[in-house]
């Protein structure tokens, strides 16, 4: 089945570091990918998205490249700032289906110090 | 706004009991979805229900059952068989239809299940 792999956390960072977050999926279709960021005590919140090969999403500094040769969607950000602390997940929902699921990782916890 | 309600926030039961976790949507879409949230882990998918009077099961959902009369709301219940209820709780949303359709969903701000 589809599964989503994400680098084991915690993170944690000093202001203005570069942040990566490697992301790998497998899949038996063409899926779209997603990360979503979750602050404390929230729900999850879109933070980009790609639905092809080679699409960059990007939002709020944060950026990430659809690699279809390399099953991977690592999330990227240049300067990293306290309130970027939180969850994310990396997650993929197959395109040519309507079963309506997604599939996540198991999230990486990002803190982020003064 | 459009957006996701969930109630409560914050919920207590003892065990034995039944409760019912809301979920209610403004956004117009079709499909929703229950996830279960534990301490360091994903999300693991409860039920889902791609239209009104219709839904699936998902990974886990031995010990819940759900509802879907209207399409804006989507009551999941955490019944007595769950042995083991206590983790947060989110329900989510997302249109499938239409040609844009990339399969983002939307959540609630999650509600916290805890067993005494």
């Known amino acids: 089945g589809d599964s989503v792999t994400q680098m084991e956390g915690p993170v944690t960072l000093s202001e203005e570091a570069f942040l990566t977050i490697n992301c790998t999926y497998t899949a038996t279709g063409y899926p779209s990918l997603f990360w979503y960021v979750q602050y404390p005590g929230e729900g999850l919140q879109l933070l980009l998205k790609a639905t092809k090969a080679d699409d960059k999403g990007s939002n709020k500094g944060f950026e990430a490249t659809y690699r279809k040769e390399t099953t991977s969607f690592h999330l990227e950000k240049g300067s990293v700032q306290v309130s970027d602390s939180a969850v994310y997940f990396c997650?993929?929902?197959?395109?040519?289906?309507?079963?309506?699921?997604?599939?996540f990782g198991d999230g990486t916890t990002l803190t982020v110090k003064p | 706004d459009g957006g996701i309600t969930q109630s409560p926030k914050y919920l207590f039961r003892k065990e034995g009991q039944n409760v019912t976790l809301s979920c209610e949507q403004n956004?117009?879409?079709?499909?929703m979805y229950w996830y279960r949230q534990d301490p360091g882990q994903g999300l693991r998918l409860i039920y889902y229900?791609?239209?009104?009077?219709?839904?699936q099961k998902g990974d886990i959902a031995e010990g819940y059952s759900v509802s879907r009369e209207k399409k804006e709301s989507f009551p999941l219940t955490v019944t007595s068989a769950q042995k083991n209820p206590t983790a947060f709780y989110l329900c989510?949303?997302?249109?499938?239809?239409?040609?844009?359709?990339?399969?983002?969903?939307?959540f609630g701000e999650g509600s916290r299940l805890t067993v005494l």
């Open positions: 989510a949303s997302s249109d499938p239809s239409g040609g844009a359709n990339t399969g983002e969903l939307f």
């Open positions: 229900s791609q239209i009104v009077n219709d839904f």
């Open positions: 997650a993929l929902k197959m395109r040519l289906t309507n079963a309506g699921k997604s599939t």
């Open positions: 956004l117009n879409h079709d499909a």
